[in-house]
């Protein structure tokens, strides 16, 4: 890593804020390449994860978490805990709301959590795309869900980027002079398996019903690099048998989609051809099981 120009400034920002409100799609934006996966369902995000946007005057490393909400299973309760260890650890904290809507109980319930927090906090109004006549209420409803806090509130769109320059040099403002954390053409901290495995799972939650995508997880069983293509061996872990019909489809249809989906996305990723196939197998479960989530990666 070399050492960082005079003045320059670095520092970590943990993104947080209500499941689907726009966290991973923005600091997908911000850095410019898709390292975190996102979709319509709630809990899509189940790490931690990285996202390192290098400027000449400084260093953002993103930290995506998921959703804040109450927990109702061991699963939830890791996700949880997880996005709370991350705004304690974090130099700045970046609220991002749903301004399409207005502010509601999950949004309190984590202004509430940051009410400790010592560190500066700013509200993100995303979906600014999506505001209509009614945004001077919506807006409303947030400044006076944050009323006596001296946070600064910012409007942006992280689906078309606009708004995300002048959040950005907020940002910069709010960070220390600090050195390079990570080499500067670096995105993210996490391995091209993790996100290969991502991948999949995000096309399983875009593309079968409600009650598959919350019980399943992804293992990358085998990942073979050969001079002209990139073999990946996978598993698809749901935990009950009845899922396994959705998931595999008529004649195989739905396993087809999503594997072919997921492996224009990998190609995407590693710049190169992929094999992909896929396994499915019923881990009855494994939600409720700290083995098995530690297992599937998840930090217990
Ligand atoms: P997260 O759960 O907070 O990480 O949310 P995601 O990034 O997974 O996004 C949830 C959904 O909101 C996805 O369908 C995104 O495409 C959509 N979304 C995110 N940001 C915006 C935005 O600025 N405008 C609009 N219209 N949709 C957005
Ligand atoms: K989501
Ligand atoms: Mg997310």
Avoid: C
């Avoid at 950005?168 to 993210?188: A, E, N, R, W």
């Amino acid at each position: 890593i070399p050492a960082s120009p005079p003045g320059f400034k670095s520092g970590f920002i943990g993104i947080i804020g209500r499941p689907n409100v726009g966290k991973s799609t923005l600091m997908n934006h911000l850095v410019g390449q898709k390292i975190a996966i996102t979709s319509p369902v709630a809990q899509t995000t189940r790490n931690r994860l990285r996202g390192i946007l290098t400027t000449p005057e400084a260093q953002l490393i993103f930290v995506d978490t998921p959703g804040i909400h109450k927990p109702h299973h061991p699963l939830g309760e890791v996700l949880v805990k997880n996005a709370e260890i991350a705004i304690r650890a974090v130099d700045v904290v970046l609220l991002v709301v749903d301004s399409s809507v207005a502010a509601g109980g999950g949004d309190r319930y984590i202004v509430e959590l940051l009410s400790q927090t010592t560190h500066p906090v700013i509200l993100g109004l995303n979906k600014l795309d999506q505001q209509s006549e009614t945004a001077p209420t919506l807006d409303r409803s947030y400044a006076e869900l944050i009323a006596g806090a001296p946070w600064p509130m910012v409007k942006f769109s992280a689906l078309t980027g606009a708004g995300l320059e002048t959040l950005q040099t907020l940002l910069i403002d709010h960070l220390d002079p600090g050195p390079y954390y990570y080499p500067p053409d670096l995105v993210t901290d996490q391995p091209e398996r993790f996100i290969m495995g991502e991948l999949i799972r995000e096309q399983i939650l875009l593309l079968t019903r409600e009650e598959v995508p919350h019980s399943v997880a992804v293992t990358l069983d085998r990942v073979e690099e050969d001079t002209t293509i990139t073999r990946v061996l996978a598993t698809i872990h749901i935990e009950r048998t009845s899922q396994k019909g959705i998931l595999i489809g008529k004649g195989g249809s739905m396993l087809k989609a999503i594997g072919s989906a997921a492996r224009e996305q990998m190609q995407k990723l590693i710049a190169g051809k992929v094999y992909l196939e896929l396994f499915v197998k019923v881990q009855p479960k494994w939600r409720q099981s700290r083995l098995r989530l530690a297992e599937f990666g998840y930090r217990v």
